[in-house]
């Protein structure tokens, strides 16, 4: 943990005095780094080894006693690596000499941009573009904390950066915007969009995300990727493509329960059907999902009339009679094992509700075939880091247009196979986040569909 405290120049024993109780009650001190200098004294960053939350507190009180100081904050061990930020730019070329600076920078840089300028193309080879994907957010729908705003989104929008880099190679830069109005993000972004090779759309809430994501798409010539529907889409569909090989269903045969129809809830429905799905029951807090109900948007109106064949009516707890796959994207604790008994033969749950899912796996044991959750303290999980980036990977390589069905589909088999057929067991249907093959394979198979649906603009690749 860190402790923040302002310390006075003038009183030369308020470190000791600090160092003292901090301990008496068990702390360990292991760094001091000043942070902010003043006119008569400081502000310091003191690192202390803690046990536990508990052992924290009293530190932090402990502290407090002490008034040769000032106490001002207290940060827990996550917050050390935030601080400061967690990406940053460094430069591919070194920058030593005056030739270097003539030739990055003025005046060679000019014989560069001219080239560009009448070619615009060259700027895929010539510039960062074809390797770089903007991270763009309204704060709107932040993990599971809701519209919690720009700045408070970055964090998330940074660790994304960096998944982007550490498993693809992929240069990624968080944009945080200050509006929600759906025209003015669709403008910004449009206006980005020369610099870089492909967008990936983060953490806007629905229904605004579709308009937003149909409307890029249709307007740019670059993938356009909006990663909560579309990545979870893919990384279920692969959980389920491999779930089904255990329990011996087909998909046609199956009921599906889905629990939040929202952006991921739609977009993971909408890849069932792909596969032959055709009962899909989608539950929102009101219940069942049907043509005529009350209160639904044009997205969840959408979702009744394609979806719910038999027009059940009902709470989400009567939707799970019979079911075959229950498909949680929604709060935390909606079910319990009675809803489990109450489903099919060798049932399949995937409860992806964070951090806490719709129930909790000690539950589930004895009672269903397959358990997933988006948590990664449990066996499968369903992380859409085993998408986004092997499928942007893919889409750079081979300078798509767009990010098609085709494409998502091939990244969803590509995953499933990550799991060989003698590996496939029940806690184990979908790779580790850190299998390192699983980005190579996903790019290749997001190649090879965007070349055969014609949206590849490079085809030497394979």
Known sequence: MILRLK???TNFAAMAAVANSIAQVGGEITTVNIVESLK???IRDISVRVVSPEHAKTVIDAVKEV?????????????????????????????NTTDDLSRAYTPGVAEVCMAIHHDVKKAWDLTIKKNCVAVVTDGTAVLGLGDIGPEAALPVMEGKAMLFKKFA?????????????????IRIVKALAPGFGGINLEDISAPRCFEIERRLQAELDIPVFHDD???TAVVTTAAFINAIKLVNKKPQDMKVVVSGVGAAGTACSKMLMQLGVRNIIGCDR???????????????????????????????????????????????GLLDENDLKAMNKDPIVFAMANPTPEIMPEKTYGLVAVMATGRSDYPNQINNVLCFPGIFRGALDCLATTINEEMKMAAAM????????SQLIPEYIIPSTFDETVVPRVAKAVIQAAIETGVARKMDLL
């Open 229 to 231: 529907q579309h990545g």
């Open 286 to 332: 009101q219940g069942a999902l049907y043509p005529g109900r009350s209160g639904m948007n044009a997205a969840k109106e959408w979702f009744a009339e394609n979806t719910n064949p038999d027009r059940k009516k009902g709470t989400l707890k009567e939707m799970m009679s019979g079911a075959d796959l229950f498909l949680g994207l929604s709060s935390p």
């Open 7 to 9: 310390f006075d120049n």
């Open 67 to 95: 008034t040769e100081v000032k106490y001002i904050d207290s940060f827990g061990r996550t917050f050390l690596i935030h601080q400061g930020g967690k990406i940053e730019v460094q430069n591919r070329i070194p920058l």
């Open 169 to 185: 190679g992929v240069n990624a830069w968080p944009i945080c915007l200050n509006t929600k109005d759906t025209e003015e993000i």
């Open 414 to 421: 590509a995953i499933a196979e990550g799991v060989q057929a």
């Open 40 to 42: 008569n004294g400081s």
